[in-house]
């Protein structure tokens, strides 16, 4: 089944689960306390799902001449989408803690910790103090890791016509988080950086979930499920319930996966109102610089302003994270290309 390139209706369900994320991480400011971090694993699936059609679309294509897509030519272009957005998203984080004067005298230590983070090597570094400057790092450098070590799979199983591998390779992956880990979601400050390195886990069966759904997408008749796919949104709905009122559960990531297949189902197979809404895929995009750009504002706020209220801070928070996000998107998207193409002009 051909897929569209973007699906504005994922692209809101993105955005949503990234405000979930920015709101999980309000914690700091008050006692409540919710399960954001399972809206992480939508980012997997999302991302196994389109590594496994982009895996297949070469290979399927009818356009004569269509290279066959390298591994390194797959992580080289997620790579150059996402890693101009961090590295500016670290130099505004910067800037926005020497404003608040967090990094001068007893604090300047803190800086040495954005090597780690620049490299993506977040899981493999001790930050005690969780003084990370954008806390995603480890998200990145999982997501990629996963890719480079799964895109080969999934084009072996392309070229093959070979189905179950990504099925097989979610229950193991799953098994093992509830078996070995079963606090993997409960507590995740204190499991990220295990010796298991449970951000690769949590990739391995965020993006093999993905893939798997793939894999029925593209071999499986699914035309039965037109009918059904308005319950996608009460999956949405059961899915970020659960987070909002700290339910935990491998279960929320399944339900998830079953909306992206619906909603990728719905979009490629009936016309869709949501089809060419320009303002859908700003958001997916604006969510990716929200979600590099929230952190440590949680972190310089409550830090630099301890005595006030509660609600003051939660404004501040928001306020200034939707501020700089809009500010990076900015700079990467419109400012970025211009000061490029005048490059090459004057060269």
């Known amino acids: 089944m051909k897929i569209k390139k973007r699906i504005s209706e994922l692209e809101i369900i993105r955005f949503i689960c990234c405000l979930l994320i920015v709101l999980h991480h309000a914690d700091v400011f008050s006692a409540y306390s919710m399960n954001g971090q399972y809206a992480v694993g939508f980012f997997f699936i999302l991302s196994g799902f389109f590594m496994q059609q982009d895996a297949a679309k070469s290979l399927h294509s009818s356009v004569p001449f269509v290279k066959e897509k390298s591994t390194f030519t797959f992580i080289l272009s997620r790579f150059k989408h996402i890693f101009p957005y961090f590295i500016v998203s670290i130099a505004v984080g910067l800037t926005a803690w020497s404003a608040m004067r967090l990094v001068v005298g007893p604090l300047l230590w803190k800086i040495s910790h954005i090597w780690p983070e620049v490299f993506l090597l977040q899981m493999f570094a001790s930050c005690p103090s969780g003084w990370w400057i954008t806390g995603v790092a480890w998200f990145l450098g999982a997501l990629f890791a996963g890719q480079l070590l799964l895109y080969p799979v999934a084009k072996f199983c392309a070229k093959r016509s070979i189905f179950g591998i990504f099925v097989i390779s ?68 059961i899915a970020f319930s659960a987070m909002f009122t700290n339910c935990p559960g491998l279960w929320i990531w ?34 990716i610089t929200l979600y590099l750009n929230h952190y440590y504002w949680a972190l310089g706020i409550n830090t630099k302003f301890p005595f006030f209220p509660a609600t003051t801070k939660w404004a501040l928070y928001w306020g200034l994270s939707f501020l700089t996000s809009l500010f990076v998107w900015w700079l990467v998207r419109r400012v970025g290309p211009y000061l490029w193409d005048t490059m090459q002009r004057l060269a």
């Not at 409960?186 to 893939?211: D, H, M, N």
């Open 254 to 287: 399944g339900i998830l996966g079953c909306g992206i297949l619906l909603s990728v189902l719905r979009a490629n197979t009936v016309k869709s109102k949501l089809s060419n809404l320009s303002l859908a895929n700003f958001l997916g995009e604006w969510s």
């Open 170 to 237: 979610t229950f193991i992956s799953w098994g093992i988080i509830l078996v070995g880990f079963p606090t993997a979601f409960k507590e995740p400050g204190s499991i990220w950086f295990g010796t298991l390195r449970q951000g690769l886990l949590l990739a391995w069966a965020g993006l093999s979930f993905g893939a798997a759904l793939g894999e029925i997408y593209e071999y499986c008749p699914l035309m039965f499920l037109k009918k059904w796919a308005n319950v996608r949104f009460l999956l949405y709905f």
